[in-house]
């Protein structure tokens, strides 16, 4: 019977002294470990993973622009007017214009200052104030935030437009 000849195992001598045989280089075991980070039957080379690293920038990206389009238009603020400008027309001339533009003004009086509502006795849309300043006159419209759009706002800015001219 012939002998077989055996690889001997791998020995190092650390600085000298005692021989260790190393493991990792018998059985050829990574020295690495494998991550398995968020489930314990993967590892960090996993399929799923990949797909989630390179879709996580493609989800944000579309988040990002999502955030910045339109909703249909801006959030009013209550406090801020919807119109603020100046006319050379005195107070009782836009007045006047914009009773026969509008349906269901009503005017008032407040010292120097108009008043209009415009929209429903229980529930204005709008409110104008004509004030007087320096030969010209200063038109604020404000819109509550909760009030109906009647008449929208469009048709009330182009009355605006038109009677301030």
Not at 6 to 27: D, E, I, S, Y
Not at 62 to 74: F, R, Y
Not at 112 to 123: F, H, I, P, R, Y
Request: with cysteine.
């Amino acid at each position: 019977m012939a002998a077989r000849y055996t690889a001997p195992a791998v020995v190092r001598r650390l600085h000298g002294g005692f021989a260790a045989k190393h493991r990792a280089a018998r059985q050829r075991i990574a020295l690495r470990p494998c991550l398995t980070f968020p489930c314990m039957n993967g590892n960090a080379d996993d399929r799923i993973m990949k797909r989630l690293l390179l879709l996580a920038p493609a989800v944000a990206l579309t988040a990002t622009l999502a955030a910045c389009g339109s909703s249909g238009g801006p959030a009013r603020d209550a406090s801020a007017p919807l119109v603020y400008v100046s006319s050379s027309r005195p107070p009782a001339s836009i007045a006047t214009c914009l009773e026969e533009r509008l349906s269901r003004v009503r005017t008032s009086h407040a010292g120097a200052a108009t008043e209009l509502a415009v929209g429903a006795d229980s529930n204005n849309s709008y409110f104008i104030t004509l004030t007087p300043l320096n030969g010209t006159t200063v038109i604020k419209v404000m819109h509550p935030a909760n009030a109906p759009d009647d008449p929208p706002e469009e048709a009330m800015r182009f009355a605006i437009a038109r009677c301030a001219t």
